[in-house]
């Protein structure tokens, strides 16, 4: 970015250490854990107006649309790459900021999209409806729990055509609650599978088992909760349709799904992902979960069992005789 000229011209705006470029090509794909526990995308695929509401245990939210429709799944894709970039970027100890330059192409790339003048189109019109929907959230980010509105993206620009006329290159601004969520390393990494899912609900049901399964031996949860996080607007008897004929398919990424009686779907890791990583997370009974919860109202109780899992990871796995009295004990300490 140009520097200004001393002598009475005007400031410099924009400098170039206000922005962060997009250059990390091998980056993982990462996704933050807050938008993946709670419905924040439709699963639509055509425009999508209605105002989602959502309420689970104390976490409130409302997702208001533009003219222009909800942000989709497949919008996500656009802030799964930013946050790739940022995270691999603060691995390598260099500074980042909420503004991100990045070539169009790359972003298309490696999300697995088409690269035609159309799908450049659709790109701008993802831009879009990120910029344009509305999030009001108690959702706790980096630790703070701030009940605030805010768009999924704050703005966006696209700042070269080529001459044929397609964006070049765009920068992009997150929103304050996206990129506190970065700075607290607060994601996960994707399989780089999850972006040649197509339909939209395979794509969300692999978030909610990569962020509530992980690489434990098994999930269970109830086709009603699975229907609840999901946000799909598909009444349940279709819903649980939709689930079967994933669970036929069976080519999701890192995880198999079945049917058990009672109506639950039970989520296990593929041999890979079971073996990857070291050690399984400690099983922790639902009840430290609740426990965990009303020590930290309003709080995601999954990011915090993933912040403790890093830290027993990071100090070498001991083994723990009682895994659920040694979280509720870090949490204590964690808020003091």
């Given at each position: 970015?140009?520097?200004a000229?001393?002598?009475?011209?005007?400031?410099?705006?924009?400098p170039?250490?206000?922005?962060?470029v997009?250059?990390?090509?091998d980056?993982s794909?990462?996704?933050?854990?807050?938008?993946?526990e709670?419905p924040?995308?439709s699963?639509?695929?055509r425009?999508?107006?209605r105002?989602?509401?959502y309420?689970?245990n104390?976490t409130?939210?409302?997702?208001?649309?533009?003219v222009?429709?909800l942000?989709t799944?497949?919008?996500?894709d656009?802030l799964?790459y930013?946050i790739?970039?940022?995270m691999?970027?603060?691995?390598?100890?260099?500074?980042?900021s909420?503004t991100?330059?990045?070539?169009?192409?790359?972003?298309?790339v490696?999300?697995?999209?088409?690269?035609s003048?159309d799908?450049?189109?659709?790109?701008?019109?993802?831009f879009e409806?990120l910029a344009g929907?509305?999030?009001?959230?108690n959702l706790?980010?980096?630790?703070?729990?701030?009940?605030?509105?805010f768009?999924?993206?704050?703005?966006?620009q696209i700042?070269?055509?080529?001459?044929?006329g397609?964006?070049?290159s765009v920068?992009?601004?997150?929103?304050?609650w996206?990129?506190?969520?970065?700075?607290?390393k607060?994601?996960?990494?994707l399989n780089?599978?999850y972006?040649?899912?197509?339909?939209?609900?395979?794509?969300?049901i692999?978030?909610?088992?990569?962020?509530?399964c992980?690489r434990?031996p098994a999930w269970?949860?109830s086709v009603?909760?699975?229907?609840?996080?999901?946000g799909?607007?598909?009444?349940?008897?279709v819903f649980?349709?939709m689930?079967r004929?994933?669970?036929a398919?069976?080519?999701l990424p890192d995880?198999i799904l079945?049917?058990?009686?009672g109506d639950i779907i039970r989520?296990v890791?593929?041999?890979?992902?079971?073996?990857?990583g070291?050690?399984?997370?400690?099983?922790?009974?639902p009840g430290?979960?609740?426990?965990?919860?009303r020590?930290?109202?309003?709080?995601?109780?999954?990011a915090?069992?993933?912040e403790?899992?890093?830290?027993?990871r990071?100090?070498?796995?001991?083994?723990?005789r009682q895994?659920?009295?040694?979280f509720?004990?870090?949490?204590?300490?964690?808020?003091?």
């Open positions: 970015m140009q520097q000229i001393k002598g009475g011209s005007a400031p410099v705006r924009h170039s250490a206000d922005f962060f997009c250059d990390i090509f980056a794909p990462k996704d933050d854990l807050g938008s993946m709670h924040l995308f699963l639509a695929t425009p999508d107006r105002i989602l509401t309420e689970h104390g409130r939210i409302e997702v208001i649309p533009s222009k429709g942000a799944i497949h919008d996500k656009i799964i930013c790739s970039q940022l691999a970027a603060l691995n390598a100890g260099r500074q980042v909420r991100l330059h990045l070539r169009a192409h790359d972003l298309m490696a999300t697995n999209r088409e690269t003048g799908a450049y189109r659709r790109l701008r019109e993802a409806r929907t509305r999030v009001t959230t706790v980010t980096g630790g703070l729990e701030v009940t605030s509105g768009g999924l993206i704050e703005s966006w700042v070269r055509r080529s001459g044929g397609r964006m070049v920068s992009v601004t997150l929103s304050d996206l990129f506190r969520a970065v700075l607290s607060s994601v996960l990494t780089r599978d972006f040649r899912l197509r339909k939209p609900l395979e794509r969300r692999y978030e909610l088992a990569r962020k509530h992980g434990q269970r949860v009603d909760t699975l229907l609840k996080k999901s799909s607007a598909s009444p349940r008897r649980r349709k689930l004929d994933i669970i398919a069976d080519h995880y079945s049917e058990e009686p989520v890791p593929r041999g890979d992902m079971a073996a990857a070291g050690p399984p997370v400690p099983h922790l009974d430290s979960l609740d426990a965990a919860r020590l930290v109202p309003g709080a995601d109780v999954y915090l069992v993933a403790w899992d890093r830290i027993w990071a100090t070498g796995s001991p083994p723990l895994p659920d009295k040694a509720l004990g870090w949490l204590v300490k964690r808020q003091g």
